[in-house]
């Protein structure tokens, strides 16, 4: 039997404690704090975000808390040019790639902005299908290798995408293609109320490239120095014609599977304990402090700006709700079919009856 964590070691560079084990490498400490900056924010909203559905304003909504380190440093390293192909979780990512932070809420209502992408944005709207969108990352991959384009694009997903056929028909069409991605797994432990030792027999998830014969790495997700640094490197190699990679990125759900689950059904307070220690946040805030570079007030003022962005966020989200429900027959058909345009039709009258 492989032994995967011999094969793949856990790469770590910021511990839980706030410890540097390893360089900072491309890093600043700057870098370090505009991080921390943004993840506090993200932090915020996606807290603020379950509220709203507990209080009726969205619908269901999918937690990222726990995985801002994976996400953020997953695209770390991609500029203007490179493509991220995302999943329902991962709006950290998405967000720093151009989506405003309002489309996580368009989502979640069903709005028909959820999939706008803003002009020149190289990022794909987000999939619920699990793992299908490891197939239209190769795709997008591919275009960008007939074109000589040079750049690299990166496709997020859960560790219960790994189980799915979708996602090993994109590992072994990637790697015969030899296309510029990197196959980037946020395994969060759970796919929904499944754990990982329950999803697959292997130990880790990292071991799977050996099968399509590219390189794999684990890293530690919820250090946001080691993901960065590791980003960097492969998207720099995926730029220059090597590829694809396989990266684990070891994390955790902090919250539920989605405003619709309840965690306590099916794991432990201890488990949840354990990884709250973990918490990608607390360690950099530790090394900030540590390194005299963040204080009580900093935090404070960090806290006001980001409620501000949140506000603002909330007040285009409120602002563009008010649309005619009539915008349901838009954007399905080219030309539309004279059932539908009769329906139209007729729920228009409706509308105009009831006063909508
Ligand atoms: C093809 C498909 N099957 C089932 C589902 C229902 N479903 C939604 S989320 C989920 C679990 C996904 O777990 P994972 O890939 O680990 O991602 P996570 O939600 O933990 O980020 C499932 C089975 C789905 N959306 N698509």
């Known amino acids: 039997m492989t032994d995967g964590n011999e094969m793949f070691p856990l ?143 990166v496709v997020t997903f859960g560790d219960g995408a790994t189980s799915q056929g979708d996602f090993h028909e994109a590992m072994n069409f990637a790697s015969v293609l030899e296309v510029p991605l990197i196959f980037f797994c946020e ?18 998830i990292a071991q799977r490239s050996v099968a399509y014969g590219i390189e794999g790495f684990r890293v530690d997700g919820n250090d946001y120095v080691a993901v960065a640094n590791l980003m960097h490197e492969l998207s720099a190699r995926v730029r220059s014609g090597e590829g694809p990679f396989l990266v684990e990125a070891v994390t955790y759900r902090l919250g539920a599977h989605t405003t619709a689950d309840d965690p306590g059904k099916y794991r432990s307070v201890e488990e949840e304990d354990l990884w709250i220690q973990r918490d990608p946040l607390t360690r950099i805030e530790k090394w900030l402090r540590t390194e005299g570079l963040l204080d009580d007030e900093d935090l404070a003022a960090m806290d006001v700006e980001s409620e501000a962005k949140v506000e603002e966020v909330l007040a285009v989200f409120r602002e563009a709700l008010d649309i005619s429900p009539l915008v349901l027959f838009d954007n399905v058909y080219a030309e539309v079919p004279t059932g539908l345009a009769s329906q139209r039709a007729q729920f228009e009258a409706r509308v105009k009856e009831v006063g909508a």
């Open 187 to 204: 395994n969060n432990q759970w796919a929904i109320s499944v754990p990982l030792s329950r999803q697959m027999h292997a130990e880790t």
């Open 11 to 153: 790469i770590q560079r910021l511990d839980q404690d706030g410890k540097l084990v390893g360089e900072l490498g491309v890093l600043t400490a700057k870098d370090l704090k505009d991080t921390y900056t943004t993840m506090r924010f993200l932090r915020m909203f996606d807290e603020r975000a379950w509220n709203l559905q507990r209080q009726g304003v969205i619908g269901t909504y999918a937690p990222f808390k726990g995985q801002e380190a994976a996400q953020m440093g997953a695209v770390a390293a991609l500029d203007d040019r490179d493509w991220l192909v995302p999943t329902y979780r991962d709006w950290a990512a998405s967000y720093l790639r151009g989506v405003p932070m309002e489309h996580a809420l368009f989502f979640s209502k069903g709005h028909p902005s959820l999939g706008d992408v803003p002009a020149g944005k190289q990022v794909l709207p987000a999939q619920v299908v699990i793992a299908a969108q490891t197939l239209h990352g190769v795709g997008v991959a591919w275009a960008t290798k007939l074109r000589h384009e040079g750049v690299a694009t």
